[in-house]
């Protein structure tokens, strides 16, 4: 089975400052990647997706991440983030069904002025 | 088009009490999972229902249980409550067909139970 692992519980970081959240994955098998934000009291957003071919995926609100096969990561990137970025975020893995979908435990992404 | 629509937002229950809480997926999806978040144990998956059937269960005891209808509505219930059922309880839609491939899935705002 699959598995995610998100590297940092806590991002704090200032407004405008570039952002990397990280995620490592296993997974015997080719995988589909994910990331989501949450906001307070809300459900889980998706961001951005790699399902096949580039492996540079953008997504909304300016967010990137590029999937790296050999280091088996879906780093999650954004060059300037705003006070309205402040969420957590969700890396995803699965291998194919939704119903195999595996989430990391999260990284709360706190901007600062 | 509406989102995932799930009520009540709030609730709160009494230990051995039980409850149920509706989902109204995306029009036109026809798969509903449900997962519970809770602060210690992050994000797990409950179940997925695809045409009123239960395609998967996670790691869940049988107090837990969960229903679809014709309409793609479903429905979770968890019986003789504990103090540890307290957590928010999300659903989500998707357009994947059960076991047939994998697409976004779609959230709605969750329910909050709390459990006294």
């Known amino acids: 089975a699959q598995s995610v692992t998100q590297l940092d519980s806590q991002v704090p970081v200032f407004e405008e400052a570039p952002v990397e959240l990280r995620c490592n994955y296993s997974?015997?098998?080719?995988?589909?990647l994910f990331w989501y934000v949450q906001y307070p009291n809300q459900g889980l957003q998706l961001l951005l997706k790699?399902?096949?071919?580039?492996?540079l995926v953008k997504g909304i609100n300016g967010f990137e991440a590029e999937f790296n096969k050999s280091q088996t990561s879906f780093h999650l990137r954004k060059p300037s983030v705003h006070i309205s970025d402040t969420a957590e975020y969700f890396c995803?893995?699965?291998?194919?069904?939704?119903?195999?979908?595996?989430f990391g435990a999260g990284t709360r992404l706190t901007v600062k002025p | 088009k509406a989102g995932v629509t799930q009520t009540p937002r709030y609730l709160i229950k009494t230990r051995g009490q039980q409850v149920t809480l509706s989902c109204s997926p995306i029009?036109?999806?026809?798969?509903v999972s449900w997962y519970q978040q809770t602060p210690g144990q992050g994000l797990q998956f409950l179940f997925e229902?695809?045409?009123?059937?239960?395609?998967n269960k996670g790691n869940f005891p049988g107090r837990f249980s969960g229903r679809q209808f014709s309409n793609s509505r479903s429905e979770m219930n968890v019986s003789t409550l504990e103090l540890g059922d307290s957590a928010l309880y999300l659903c989500?839609?998707?357009?994947?067909?059960?076991?047939?491939?994998?697409?976004?899935?779609?959230f709605g705002n969750g329910t909050r139970l709390t459990v006294t």
């Open positions: 989500a839609s998707s357009l994947a067909l059960s076991g047939q491939g994998v697409s976004p899935l779609h």
């Open positions: 997974s015997s098998v080719s995988v589909y």
């Open positions: 790699y399902l096949s071919g580039s492996t």
């Open positions: 995803a893995v699965s291998a194919g069904n939704n119903n195999d979908m595996r």
């Open positions: 029009s036109g999806h026809r798969s």
């Open positions: 229902y695809f045409s009123e059937t239960q395609r």
